[in-house]
């Protein structure tokens, strides 16, 4: 969706970037996982682990954000600096590399909505009704992981081919460690089913939820039918503004403001709340269908669920 030409913003006013703010988010990450793993492997009762199982599932959502704002070098301008950090602390955790992210995020910005080149193909999941279930429970039996990981397979290589053997010794070495930690408290077990179990059945559905909210048009949603061969015309990005809730689950590091981050993505995450007020306040919004803003991922969802039969 193209800018509101009668809107001026100066993107200089949204430059600033805190770095003890990104240790202090990345830390608050960290302990919610040790956290949930440490609790759940000291109290021998499902219902912990069940939560446990749901905390780290979102905070493994929240570590793919993190390796977003590495991929756009909000770490460091420097770019070996910046992808290592990015690499030990977000990325290889989540068995993927900053490189690899990047490799495949750009075509999602410059081609959002393409029905070829876009490379987020989770935006034409139609989840209208009962699809809401099929997605749902196809994606809880690891179907979406597997997927995902053959998508991000080429983009471990490099131009010639080669495999980026660094991000894949870093992947090893740092889930050693989480297997080392779960061992050291007791229970090895807990590194195979409160990490690796939530990567690739609950993780992967939260992020689904976050791109079709993010990006399916409700008209889409309520043809009923999930056309890859369709483009989405005009693509659509959504601004979420969304509560606690909202944040913990689906749009931490203010993903939630979708629409602005496409429409100005050098403003970097810590920047998109100020940027969302100021164009509210411009009347950006205003010439826009309404459905570019909303208040709510649920709001969203539901929307996409039970559409009208009207386009929107």
């Known amino acids: 969706m193209s800018n509101n030409d009668d809107v001026v913003i100066n993107l200089s006013d949204y430059k600033s970037f805190s770095l003890s703010r990104f240790i202090f988010d990345a830390l608050l990450c960290w302990m919610m996982i040790f956290g949930a793993i440490t609790v759940a492997c000291n109290v021998e009762n499902i219902v912990v682990w069940a939560a446990a199982f749901i905390v780290i599932a979102a905070r493994q ?3 793919s954000h993190f390796v977003h704002a590495a991929s756009r070098f909000n770490i460091s301008a420097n770019r070996k600096k910046n992808d290592l950090v990015g690499d030990i602390f977000f990325a290889a955790p989540l068995l993927i590399t900053t490189a690899s992210y990047r490799g495949q995020h750009v075509d999602h910005h410059l081609h959002t909505g393409h029905m070829e080149k876009d490379t987020d193909f989770r935006s034409w999941y139609n989840i209208k009704g009962y699809r809401f279930l099929i997605v749902s429970l196809s994606t809880l039996m690891g179907i979406e992981a597997l997927k995902t990981g053959l998508n991000y397979s080429s983009a471990f290589s490099n131009s010639a081919g080669d495999k980026d053997l660094t991000g894949i010794l870093w992947i090893a070495v740092i889930n050693g460690g989480l297997f080392a930690g779960s ?3 007791g229970n090895g077990w807990a590194y195979l ?5 939530p990567l690739v059945t ?10 079709v909210c993010e990006h399916q048009p409700i008209n889409y949603s309520a043809s009923g039918a999930s056309k890859k061969a369709e483009s989405f015309s005009p693509p659509l990005t959504r ?3 969304a509560g606690f809730l909202g944040r913990f ?3 931490s590091l203010n993903f939630g403001f979708h629409h602005e981050h496409h429409q ?3 403003v970097n995450y810590q920047q998109l709340p100020k940027l969302h007020a100021d164009l509210v306040d411009k009347g950006y919004f205003r010439s826009l269908p309404a459905e570019v803003m909303s208040n709510s991922y649920i709001e969203v969802l539901l929307k996409l669920i039970f559409p009208s039969r009207q386009a929107v």
């Open 202 to 211: 609950l993780t992967p559905l939260l992020m689904i939820y976050r791109v």
């Open 264 to 266: 100005y993505p050098g």
């Open 183 to 185: 061992w050291s408290l």
């Open 193 to 197: 089913i409160l990490w690796i179990c």
């Open 249 to 251: 689950f689906l749009g």
């Open 61 to 63: 959502l929240e570590l």
């Open 239 to 241: 601004s979420i503004n």
